[in-house]
Structures are given as C-alpha cells and as structure tokens.
C-alpha cells in the first residue's frame, strides 16, 4: 500500500471529506473562469466578423450601385447617339446602336437590381453596438475589397470586346474606373468624411439617412473622373 509523505518525510494524514470537497470547489472555480474568459472572446470575435461581413456587403451595393447608374447611363447615351439627337461618335449603324444599347442597358439594370436587393440602407448601429473606429475600419476594407474586386472583373472583361463596337469598351472602362475610385476616393476620402459626419452629427436621428448617400456622391464623382481621363 501506498503511504503519502510530506516533503519533510513523515506520514501524510489521508484528505478528509470535506478537504475533497473544497479541492473539487475550488478546480471547479478555476475551470468556471476560464470558461468565462472564453465565451466574451468568442462573442466579440462573431460581432466583428458580423459588422466586417455586412460592412463588405454595403460596399459592394455601393460600387454596384455606382457601375449601374454609369452603365445606364452610357446606354442612354449610345441610343441618343444611334437617333442623332446628340452627337458623341459612339455608334456606327443603327443595329450596333441597338444591340450595345440594349446589351448595356441590362447589365446596368442588373447591377442595380443586385444592390438594391442587398444589404444597402440597413445601418450597422442596428446590428449591434460598434464605435465609429470599428466602423471607420470596416468600411475601409470594404471599400478597398470592393473596389479590387471590380477592377479585376473590369479588366478580365476587357479581353473580350476587343472585336465588339465602341461602347462595350466604353462598359469596360466604366467598370475598370469604379474600382479604381473605390479603391482610392472611396477609400481616403470616403470613409474618412463618413466617420467625421459620424463624430460630428452622430448623435442625430437622421444621420443614418445621409451616409450612404455621401459615400455613393463620392464614389461616383471620382469614378466619372476615372472615366474622363480614360476616354
């Protein structure tokens, strides 16, 4: 038989009833807290994940947006051209005017149905509690990954209107400039005016009615900068 021995050598007195019961407290104490420590890492790490997801999601509709009112607006533009009412030099034949026209005027329709079925307009304050620095930086990569995003679909679609009149190439530059902005205007200028609305005005009602709108003004005048200075 075992006999336990102190560090002195002499006999060890066998644990009474209640020293197990207060060792097993007291490792169920140490094992409560560690569990505590745990659950709040956990819950912060899903509500950042949920703003970074819907923030991505609301930069996306953005850009969208942005290319879809470009897009429509070009098609109006290249069936003004085919009529002759302006003169812009867009189209050759009434059937290329046509068939860019129309070919143009459903992927911009399309952009902009996909945004609006989105998460656009539904503020990230109701989805939680977050600080103007969480959202600043959110919105931040949102845009950055937003933009990237259609500046490679941009230029992947520019290996196939090579052959295709005018105003495909047009629809491309379109895309290619969206991204750009994003990636640039919306980034350093966008998210920071929005967080400096928030630090200013924040505390009113309204203010989650005009942040979009202002992310989406600045997106678009640096996309129709981009589009300038690529035609």
């Known amino acids: 038989m ?3 021995l102190s560090s002195t050598g002499k006999r ?4 009474t009833r209640r020293g197990r019961l207060v060792a097993r407290r007291r490792r169920q104490i140490l094992t409560d807290t560690d569990s505590s420590t745990e659950v709040p890492a956990r819950s912060q790490l899903r509500r950042l994940l949920g703003l970074g997801a819907h923030t991505l999601g609301t930069s996306f509709d953005v850009g969208l947006l942005v290319v879809g009112t470009a897009l429509v607006g070009l098609a109006a533009a290249v069936l003004l051209d085919g ?4 003169e812009i030099g867009l189209t050759e034949s009434t059937g290329s005017m046509l068939g860019s026209g129309l070919v143009i005027a459903v992927f911009g329709a399309f952009a902009l149905g996909v945004a609006v079925e989105g998460p656009i307009g539904y503020s990230t304050r109701r989805r939680g509690t977050f600080t103007d620095i969480e959202v600043a930086i959110a919105g931040a990569l949102g845009a950055l990954v937003t933009g990237l995003v259609l500046f490679l679909i941009g230029g992947f679609a520019g290996q196939y209107v090579d052959e295709l009149p005018q105003p495909f190439d047009f629809g491309v530059t379109v895309i290619r400039s969206a991204g750009s902005a994003g990636m640039t205007f919306a980034l350093f200028l966008g998210v920071p005016a929005l967080w400096g609305v928030r630090e200013l005005w924040g505390h009113n009602s309204w203010i989650e009615e005009v942040e979009l709108p202002i992310f989406y003004a600045i997106w678009a005048t640096a996309a129709a900068f981009f589009i300038a200075g690529a035609i």
């Open 12 to 15: 060890c007195k066998p644990p």
């Open 83 to 86: 009529f002759d009412v302006v």
């Open 2 to 4: 075992h006999i336990p």
